[in-house]
T-cell receptor
């Protein structure tokens, strides 16, 4: 079974703090994704990576950056957290082919005070 | 860009069938997916359909695709309390998925 894990289930941070969210997958997948989920808006893609050290902006990259130093690990960074970044963050991974299913982690619920 | 729409809420009686509808705009989508999210959890793939198919059945789940109208539906037969969740429709194009806002299904006794 594909396993995607995220470093924290719940996180509380203060405005202006630097926040790291980490995601690890164990299926040697090439593609990894970060989404945020907000009620009524569904999932919106923040960034994705199709290989080590490669990244592409998604639909809402502003205020975020990412790092992919190893194939299994994809980190989402909030350089200076703001209250409008309070959300559920979901990581996913998939194989190289475009039709490959995305497998999701359990999510990190981030509250920025 | 892609745009996926689905109704936000559905209430169904236990034992009845549930039908969740979705419309999408990208006619070049190769696969269309249904994901389920239970409270406090990530998304779990329920089923998917290739764009050249009209229907796919998997136990209690039936997916219907009308490519002309860009309409996708998910029917859950004999709905159970464990089916209470948020259901997301998604279309794929290359690596990326575009998701609808999710339909919250509530199963009442």
């Amino acid at each position: 079974d594909v396993k995607v894990t995220q470093s924290s289930r719940y996180l509380v941070k203060r405005t202006g703090e630097k926040v790291f969210l980490e995601c690890v997958q164990d299926m040697d997948h090439e593609n990894m994704f970060w989404y945020r989920q907000d009620p009524g808006l569904g999932l919106r893609l923040i960034y994705f990576s199709y290989d080590v050290k490669m990244k592409e902006k998604g639909d809402i990259p502003e205020g975020y950056s990412v790092s992919r130093e190893k194939k299994e690990r994809f980190s989402l960074i909030l350089e200076s957290a703001s209250t409008n970044q309070t959300s559920m963050y979901l990581c996913a991974s998939s194989g190289r082919e475009g039709r490959e299913t995305q497998y999701f982690g359990p999510g990190t619920r981030l509250l920025v005070l | 860009g892609e745009d996926v729409e689905q109704s936000l809420f559905l209430s169904v009686r236990e034992g009845d069938s549930s039908v969740i509808n979705c419309t999408y705009t990208d006619s070049s989508s190769t696969y269309l997916y249904w994901y389920k999210q239970e409270p406090g959890a990530g998304l779990q793939l329920l089923t998917y359909i290739f764009s050249n198919m009209d229907m796919k059945q998997d136990q209690r789940l039936t997916v219907l695709l009308n490519k002309k109208d860009k309409h996708l539906s998910l029917r859950i037969a004999d709905t159970q309390t464990g089916d209470s969740a948020i259901y997301f429709c998604a279309e794929s194009n290359d690596y990326k998925l575009s998701f609808g806002a999710g339909t919250t299904v509530t199963v009442r006794a």
